[in-house]
């Protein structure tokens, strides 16, 4: 008695998931780590040799650099003293890679998406996926506004 | 979506279908899955939120627990009243002040009622009061952080149960004593009951502004057992009425003696009055002892204050303060209606509820219709205040709470039912069995001027569960239940246990308070004494036996994460800042053989935790809320040497960061 319930019970279940066809696919994924996207990405050493055309994903689409802005610069470094010190020294290679001459292998918008945006950038940009690779650690997201994260660009663009 | 809950639907019907081809059941406690749509209705599919926060007293674990309706998903425990080993609430420096009384550390309460805080009579989302029974306590939860911000001891009270229950727009929240005592305190012969045994009525002050609460002014009154409370609102602003049994005065075998008398008493309290007589300076000073404390989200710490002296009002001193309302059968609930009119109390030794009517009361005292006078507080005739009487039908009514559409619904302890009845007319209108044995029940915002959307669910608390769920050895869990109150017939959905005994619970609607939560404190307001902002500035000093680690976490790894130069007999105080900046990016930390508990600090706080390691060796120290991919690399060690060591403090991390 019980086996033949448990049966049809089975049969009730395969019947209602096969009629739903999977379910969930119909509905984009909320979290934060979505699979990477289907088409063929870029190779780490494809992106960096690429580096100029690699602006990231995230909040920021062009930054006008200018000319350097001590004062945003000085703003930078104490933000970065703050909240990234912890893993990244300014010259040496921490526990993250150092800043020093970034701008001379990435593009402004790059920087700024990564620390903005650091999960989907460890998931699905290119260079981001290497770093991870690299690294074994999604950077941390330290919660700095857009404002915060172009004075940190601004001090890195000390760092030379 | 509504694929999904068509199949939800179909594999319910179908395991209807095959539960009762199997012959399996007796029929009891069939409501739960009696009617259609119940599953449907109580489903969140995974990811969408649920549609209101429900926060229910702990009972006698000391805390709060959050579930989400109509999910009755557990979300949270809040610790309030007792300690709790998963948070280190009570047991780090900085919240082991939260539990400090003039009794000492008190690590436990009983938690009875939640209450949410009230502007214009409404739930404004600000905060939850909940109050401790044994050594009475009220608490404030801040519903930013979901943490307990607050709490203040109730002096010249014992057995504090008729509490918070604030006032309109949270004026005051107001506290009752359940157990007569001498006030202030002697020592007696407890025969001497009727003699040196008083009750009070506590109003405390500072309901809406954080860190203020206080004890405005007590009221002294008779010894009788004060039992519940509810605020006036509307018309009735103003007003707090507190129930109250054993009238007959009686100190021994109350379950026999306190029941003799047909009427005991709700006392009407008119606070504003309170208020006059207070600036009119017509109290007296008496002296008690209590302590306040509060938690600084700032300074990530509590402050234990001890304060001492009370303004007391007399009511014999004081005309108008205070008034009897003669009501039948030991009454416990006391509730008023969403108009503010009706004054509902339930005779727990009753069938029948009493209905008070406001403005009766009223009239009854501009024209004196007084039976007698006790201790200068007017007994009220009964005749001249009854609006009416619902004769139910049940046994052992409780505790009433209302829709906005003109119905109350009333639990009934000992026939295990709630029933529905119409304020206008007092028909009862439907009834239903709860499983088993209800306390209190809650509709959202059902205590309020405005229940939300009408009243759409109720909560039925319940104190016995046997055969509801697996069976667990001798204890077995209370439980709740959700009913769909939004047609004419009150339907059951859905049966969830509790954490201890789920005394009351109040619902508000998620959209009132999810957007102003707190996802984590930025580390440029971070206020702590021994904050430590910066891996550079991470540091161990010693002062004399004591030794003060200023230490950080970020995922994944401690700063210092080697310590040398401690020595048996130490007292180790880990001072641990969390840099992440990130929501829900906890850390812990747990060293070995560490005599509390763990700390979990929560991004940008600084937590502390006393260490007094008792043998020399090697000790381990990691975090113990799994934080990333590297989370079991998070660890370090502490060196412990012999007290007559010569080893020198010394700490470092990887190649950088080595001190002295």
Redesign the interface.
Known sequence: ??SK?SL??AV??AL?MG??GG?SGD?ES?GKFAPPPVAKPLTFEEAKADWKNQKGLGPVTNVDLGELDDALAARGKEIY???C???H?PENE??GPAPKGILERRTPEWIMNMILNPEEMAMKDPIGRGLLTKY???M?????SQDDARAVLEYFRTLK | ?K??KL?LM??TL??VF??S???NGDGKGTGAIGSSGAAEKVYVAP?ELDEYYQFFSGGFSGQVTVHGLPSGRLLKTIPVFATDGEKGYGFNEETKPMLMTTFGFVPWDDAHHPKLSQTNGEHDGNFLFINGNNTPRVARIDLTTFETTEIIQIPNTAGLHGSPYPTQNSEYLVAGTRFSVPIPQEDVSIDTYKENFKGTFTFISGGQEPGKMDIAFQILVPGYDYDLATSGKGPSHGWTFFTSYNVEQENTLKEKYASQYDKDYIAAVNWKKAEEYIAQGKFKEWPAEYYHNFYNDKTHTATATKKSGVKVLIPAECPGLVYYLPTPKSPHGVDVNPTGELIVGSGKLSADLTVHSFAKMLAAIEAESFDQEIDGIPVLNFEAIVAGTVASGGLGPLHTEFDGRGNAYTSFFISSEIVKWSTETFEVLDRIPSYYSIGHLSIPGGGSMKPWENGKYMISMNKITKDRYLPTGPELAHSAQLYDISGDKMELLLDFPTMGEPHYAQGILASKIIDRQVK?F???ENEHTYKT????DTRVERDGNEVHIYA?M????F?PDNIEGVKVGDKVYFHVTN????WD?PHGLAIMGAQNAELLIMPGQTETLLWEPLTPGIFPFYCSDFC???HQEMQGYVRVSPADSDVKLSWKL?D?GSGN
């Open positions: 008695m019980k319930g049809l019970l009730v279940v209602c009629a739903c379910g509905k909320k003293e703050l909240k010190t912890a893993c020294s921490k526990l074994n650690t999604v941390a997201n330290q919660g700095l | 979506m694929s999904m199949i179909s594999l179908g395991s095959l539960f081809g199997c012959g990811g984590f930025p580390l440029e902002l910066n891996e550079k950080t970020i995922r994944s790894h700063a840099l992440e900046q990130d990016v990333s991919a590297l990887g950088e």
